[in-house]
């Protein structure tokens, strides 16, 4: 059951650089989601795609653009990452029935130097 | 806006004792409440489901409370073992597919 995958694992980019993460589920879920986590804080929402062809910006959406290429996929790019953008980045996936319950990926570790 | 808050941030405690982790929320206009398990380095793993009509859920030795009209939510933990030491989150979900996390309670359990 592969659930949530994400890649790549762990990355680490100099300042100014661009990268794309990627994020795939095989639950038929509707609605996917990236967050990203800093010590000390909660996930926060960046972008958000309710269904396939719609995506909506989150609490924290400056300096990421997303795309949500079908059902199953769903990628987040950093055009010209800065320091401020070191954090753990999830890729979820929601089901949707009444229970709207999240699913997460294994997590994304990057590293802006 | 919501807003989620975990209380204690850290807990220690010894093997087999039973605990609670606390949550509480700002806004009780919420369609769910999740509570996840997140070790160290890894992805959340979903733990239990509360939907906004339900008072509380069980699974095994966890047992989750919701009481929507005074924001709070517990996770209760019987006879706490060391493989439970992991970072709690809490999640309210609410309305225009967004959710909101707690900061967690990070939970060390010791044997």
């Known amino acids: 059951n592969a659930g949530v995958t994400q890649t790549p694992k762990f990355q680490v980019l100099k300042t100014g650089q661009s990268m794309t993460l990627q994020c795939a589920q095989d639950m038929n879920h509707n609605s996917m989601y990236w967050y990203r986590q800093d010590p000390g804080m909660g996930l926060r929402l960046i972008y958000y795609s309710a269904s396939e062809g719609t995506t909506d910006k989150g609490e924290v959406p400056n300096g990421y653009n997303v795309s949500r290429l079908n059902k199953r996929e769903f990628s987040l790019r950093l055009e010209s990452a800065a320091p401020s953008q070191t954090s753990v980045y999830f890729c979820?996936?929601?089901?949707?029935?009444?229970?709207?319950?999240?699913?997460f990926g294994p997590g994304t570790r990057l590293t802006v130097t | 806006k919501q807003e989620v808050t975990q209380i204690p941030a850290a807990l220690s405690v010894p093997e087999g004792e039973n605990l609670v982790l606390n949550c509480s929320f700002t806004d009780s206009a919420i369609y769910n409440l999740q509570w996840f398990r997140q070790d160290p380095g890894k992805g959340l793993t979903s733990l239990l489901l509360i939907q906004s009509s339900q008072r509380e859920q069980t699974s095994g030795r966890l047992n989750a409370s919701l009481d929507k009209s005074s924001g709070r939510s517990t996770l209760y933990i019987a006879a706490s073992q060391p493989g439970d030491s992991a970072t709690y989150l809490c999640a309210a979900g609410g309305g225009g597919f967004k959710t909101i996390f707690g900061a967690g309670t990070r939970l060390f359990v010791k044997a």
């Open positions: 979820a996936s929601r089901t949707a029935d009444t229970n709207y319950e999240q699913y």
